[in-house]
Every structure is written in C-alpha cells, then in structure tokens.
C-alpha cells in the first residue's frame, strides 16, 4: 500500500495502527513523503518504507510510490485518517473480478459523521453528475483517494496529472479503456486533526478544474463498468482498530 504524505504527523500513527497485520505481513507499507514535520520519523517507528520526495504534489508522490512498489497489488490511501484500512484486505479480495476496486465515501453509510454527511450530499452530487457524463457512474465520492488495482492495469492508467487532479485524470483513463470498476461505499468521517484541508473545501480555482477536466471528454462515448458492493452499506463494517 503506498500513502503520501505532508505534515500528517496528527494523523499517521493512528492511520497506521490500523493497518491489518496480514499486509504488515505479506505486504508493504510505503509512505512518499514531502513534510516538515515528524510525519516520516512517526511512519518509520512503525516499521513502514518511508520514501522522501523533493517536491509536493499527491500525484507526483503517488507515481514515485507505485514505480518503487514490488508487489503485484497496489493500494493506493490517503494518510489523513479518512480511508479505514480494515476495508483493504475486502480491497484485494475483489481484484480477482474487477480491474479496479474503489473504497468511496458514501453519504448512506451508517457509520458516517452526521453533518459530513449532510453537507456531502450536496457537493459529492454535483462532482459525481460530472463524471457519470464522462462514462465513470458511482453512487459515492468519485474522486477517492482510496483505491487499488494490479500493476499491470496502473501501467495502463498512468495519469499525467501530479498534483490533485491525479485523480480525475485516473477516471477518465479507467473509462476510456472501459474497465471493470467495483465500488465498495465506507463511512464519511472528519480529518483526525480537522477539516481545513478537505477536497470539499478545495479553492475555487481547483473546483473549477476538476469539473472542466472530465467535461472535455464529453463527446467521446468512454464507459466504466461499475458495480456498486450494496451490503457494504448495511452488512459489511470491518471491525475497525481505534487504539
């Protein structure tokens, strides 16, 4: 699993903690970092790989993360405390059937802060029309960071993009291939440390980029399948770790 990271230090020891023995086990734990605080020193003690970047930029850590991974499997999380990582072993499970397995936020699920939910059935609605015109149909966040899939299909996927329209672009490559996408909805939960640096709470100038982007490639006719894990909503909560 590959986690970038800047100044993350309030939230990586208990992003961390989490993580499921097995992938400590059978798998790595990479954190791409470009901080100035203790985030890296913090990650270390916890015996993840810790790989200093000399520039910021989530899609440029995410690359660098991804070309020195050695596994098969990639997952890609944020380190913000957001994306529980119970959810990853479900995550590769899945891969046997889909190219493309996404762990969104979703304002249904029972676990979720109330007013985050609230606030992102508004904001979450509008990004997700935008992306539906453009062949990418989910029923959550459809810009989650939370996502894995096989080096093979990354390598086909590759954004251009190394700051925060990596993302955006990664759908776009997804259902321009038309690959086979499965949506597995977990909670809506705040920042550990708290909200200022939320996707939501973008600059207007970002939001304004992230729709435009998708919205170019209206009159291509891409398509994703995509599959929605509809007991995830009610049935499957991983016990998750709060220690």
């Known amino acids: 699993m590959i986690i970038p990271t800047l100044n993350e230090e309030a939230n990586i020891a208990h992003v961390l903690a989490r993580v499921p023995r097995e992938i400590w086990r059978r798998g790595e734990v990479i954190v791409v970092d470009s901080s100035t605080d203790r985030t890296p020193d913090i990650a270390r003690r916890f015996g993840a790989r810790v790989i200093k970047v000399p ?10 993360g991804a070309e020195l991974a050695t596994k098969d499997i990639i997952v890609f999380m944020d380190g913000d405390g957001q994306d529980p990582p119970e959810y990853i072993p479900l995550m590769i499970r899945a891969l046997d059937f889909f190219d493309v397995v996404l762990c969104a936020r979703h304002p249904a699920h029972p676990l979720g802060n109330f007013i985050h939910r609230i606030i992102s059935y508004v904001s979450m609605n509008f990004v997700r029309l935008v992306f539906k015109n453009v062949g990418f149909h989910v029923r959550g966040d459809p810009l989650p960071g939370f996502r894995a899939m096989r080096k093979e299909t ?5 954004p251009k993009s190394n700051n925060f329209l990596f993302e955006t672009e990664m759908n776009i ?34 939001q304004i980029e992230l729709i435009a982007m998708p919205l170019k490639f209206r009159k291509f006719n891409l398509r994703a399948h995509c599959y929605f894990l509809s007991k995830a909503l009610r049935c499957y909560i991983p016990c998750m770790r709060h220690d």
């Open 55 to 64: 520039r910021r930029g989530k899609g440029f850590a995410l690359k660098v």
């Open 173 to 206: 490559n997804i259902a321009r291939l038309g690959l086979k996408v499965l949506e597995i909805p977990i909670p809506i939960t705040p920042r550990g440390d708290s909200a200022a640096r939320s996707k939501f709470l973008r600059s207007f100038n970002q």
């Open 154 to 158: 990354w390598r086909r996927i590759i």
